[in-house]
């Protein structure tokens, strides 16, 4: 077996994990209890997972507007993030930031980000502290088919390979930047071929297949790691929801997502080659479902009770480290 | 109040009022072309064209009547859409760009400010650069603190952008006409909580000129002046003190580049007080730029110290009960008239 159980049953609760989250999120924003704009990510479970069961807590990773699934990858307490989503005092950034903007530096999780192609420089900037500092650490940034076309990404990927800094671009092409299909807005035939062209290695992925994305991710972070430079991987994937949660999706074909639901759902996937394979037993993922069902119930619950911030003390808090 | 037209007029919202301007626009003149992250939305996709129509609706049914080429889907490059839309427009077309919400100026503030804005003046007059960026401003959607900013001090700042903050939904579509229609580039500011906001729009297409305030009320007591969103909140404030006697003369700027300067000063000449309201942080800020304008211009007339309602000091929270504390209240604007009126 290429795999312990424990590995493989950390994997499946992790995207499991993600997926009753991201579920329960859109929920909870149609029942009113998420404000503002959530984007969510179930569908991508197995990129998120596959990219960061390997890496530690001081490992660094940037993650995007839709980016629960990367957190809870990385580490992120669920309840934390739950009820920061719902925006209460609790939560992982104190209600301050919400959906786009979860952050747990001690999980080395540097922060959702509501602008496109965010995340890419900064994660440059934390592979260069780790190469300037000596610490083995890498970065992982992740992108989506759109960020691909930002002008911060395009200079980042250069940037990356002039520095030769130990960072991994994933890029999670699920064929949408928000309502515009990817075949139209990335210029190229193959974003893995336009990233190679920067002057690293550059590969593609069936990003439903856990095993297959996993494998490429070990490959790409003992690359970085080693101090060969930055790795860029496309992870082919599909979006189970909208751009945003309420979005109507009227851009998308008949019966699309139901199609990928049947034919393309990564834990469905996953689940069926663990069994063929005879690596996990069904009852015992079964008890994991249980488990995490009841997690995220409990942090629906906290987090609906938990306290709302305080303007008067928590508004002006936290502007400067002192002014 | 400036004269409104005449003739056949109906209900409007201030979305549809923008999408009017824009068709109005595109069918008096070819050179119009709008361009933005998913102005239509679908292309490439399997499903229904015109998905989107704009992530808040406002351009919807204009890639239908005008095509994709002119209603253009673009990838999501802010610094290349603003940069191509300023090379067209020194090229012959009349672009009307769109930043999805105007915290994206982060990303092609480079194009809007050292190009877009510098080009007619380094240049020696030489050049015209008639563009419109559109973007959606302001709190209120628990947006989160990168896409809920009020950056219009920023680009107000800068020599060469007009800048323009309609408050209604007829201000909306005549201010839109004229900035289509001008020469220069103009950051045309949408509040994303206006969108639904309601009134009578005429059919026609009128062009509202720059600088002319708007006076919503008027009084004598205390003059109130207001941006964007901020008017209504005024124009309540106003109301409620109405009740209790007080008297206020609410102007609405309309543009803040260029800014209609004299209105505001006639207005303090007879009231001798000023609030000034305006969403953005205090410093630096339209409130900031206003009050010192009058303390310099207008000193004479002051009968009480200045008063400015903003926001604070602070990125825009996330969570709704933080969010609400973080813009101006009509009790705040209440509070600071009878401030100055030492009441």
């Known amino acids: 077996m290429p795999y312990d159980s424990e590995f493989l049953l950390r994997a499946y609760r992790t995207m499991k994990t993600i997926r009753i989250f991201e579920e329960r999120c859109i929920k909870e924003f149609e029942a009113g209890n998420v404000p503002g704009f959530v984007h969510a990510s179930n569908g991508q479970e197995s990129i998120a997972v596959a990219s960061c069961i390997d890496l530690s807590d001081t490992d660094i990773i940037g993650s995007t507007h839709r980016g629960h699934g990367h957190s809870i990858a990385k580490g992120c307490d669920v309840i934390g993030m739950m009820k920061e989503i719902m925006g209460k005092a609790t939560g992982l950034c104190k209600g301050k930031g919400g959906s786009m903007h979860i952050a747990d530096f001690d999980k080395g999780m540097i922060g959702a980000n509501a602008i496109v192609g965010g995340g890419q420089p900064l994660c440059n900037g934390a592979a260069l502290a780790s190469k300037t500092l000596g610490t083995k650490d890498i970065a992982m940034s992740f992108g989506g088919d759109g960020s691909a076309n930002q002008g911060t990404v395009l200079e980042s990927l250069n940037f990356a390979v002039v520095l030769k800094l130990p960072h991994v671009f994933m890029f999670e092409n699920n064929g949408y930047g928000e309502g515009t299909g990817a075949n139209y807005a990335l210029g190229c035939e193959s974003l893995a071929d336009r990233n190679r062209a920067f002057g690293m290695p550059s590969e593609h992925v069936d990003g439903t297949d856990f095993f297959a994305t996993y494998e490429l991710c070990k490959r790409a972070i003992a690359h970085a790691r080693d101090g060969k430079g930055p790795f860029a991987i496309e992870a082919e994937t599909v979006r189970f929801d909208g751009h945003f949660i309420g979005d109507p999706q009227l851009y998308r074909g008949k019966d699309e997502i139901k199609l990928a639901k049947q034919n393309r759902d990564c834990i469905k996937i996953f689940r069926e080659r663990v069994l063929k394979e005879g690596w996990l037993k069904a009852e015992d993922m079964d008890a994991i479902d249980t488990e995490v069902i009841a997690l995220i119930e409990t942090a629906v619950k906290e987090g609906l009770a938990a306290p709302n911030p305080d303007p008067e003390t928590d508004l002006m808090a936290d502007v400067y480290c002192s002014y | ?343």
């Open chain 2, 1 to 343: 109040m400036t004269n409104k037209i005449k003739g056949p007029s109906s209900i409007k919202t201030y979305r549809e009022a923008i999408n009017d301007a824009l068709r109005q626009e595109m069918r008096r003149d070819p050179r119009v072309i709008i361009l933005g992250e998913e102005v239509s939305g679908g292309a490439g996709c399997e499903g229904q064209d015109d998905a989107y129509g704009g992530v808040f609706g406002v351009t919807k049914g204009l890639m239908p009547e005008f095509g994709r080429e002119r209603v253009i889907d673009t990838p999501i490059s802010e610094s290349a859409i603003i940069g191509a839309a300023a090379g067209a427009a020194n090229n012959g077309l009349r672009p009307v760009a769109e930043l999805m919400f105007f915290d994206f100026i982060g990303v092609c503030f480079d194009q809007i400010f050292n190009q877009a804005a510098k080009f007619r003046y380094m240049f020696g007059g030489k050049s015209r650069t008639p563009m419109v960026i559109r973007g959606t401003v302001g709190a209120g959607w628990r947006a989160g603190a990168q896409h809920s900013s009020m950056l219009h001090p920023v680009v107000t700042h800068i020599p060469g952008l007009k800048v323009v903050m309609p408050s209604n939904a007829y201000d909306a579509k005549g201010l839109l006409i004229q900035a289509i229609r001008d020469d220069d580039p103009v950051l045309f500011l949408e509040h994303k909580i206006m969108y639904d906001l309601k009134c009578e729009v005429p059919d026609e297409a009128y062009a509202i000129p720059f600088g002319e305030a708007a006076f919503p009320r008027e009084g004598t007591d205390v003059t109130i002046v207001a941006i964007s969103n901020m008017v209504h909140r005024a124009i309540q404030a106003a109301d409620e003190l109405a009740k209790e006697g007080i008297s206020c003369d609410v102007i609405d700027p309309r543009t803040v580049s260029p800014l209609d300067e004299e209105s505001i000063l006639e207005s303090v000449e007879i009231t001798g007080r000023l609030v000034i309201v305006d969403e953005a942080h205090e410093r630096c800020s339209l409130a900031a730029d206003i009050s010192s304008i009058v303390a310099e211009k207008g000193f004479a007339s002051l009968r009480a110290p200045i008063r400015k309602v903003t926001a604070p000091h602070a990125p825009v929270p996330f969570s709704p009960v933080l969010e609400d504390a973080y813009v101006p209240s009509v009790e705040r604007i209440i509070r600071a008239v009878k401030d100055v009126l030492g009441a």
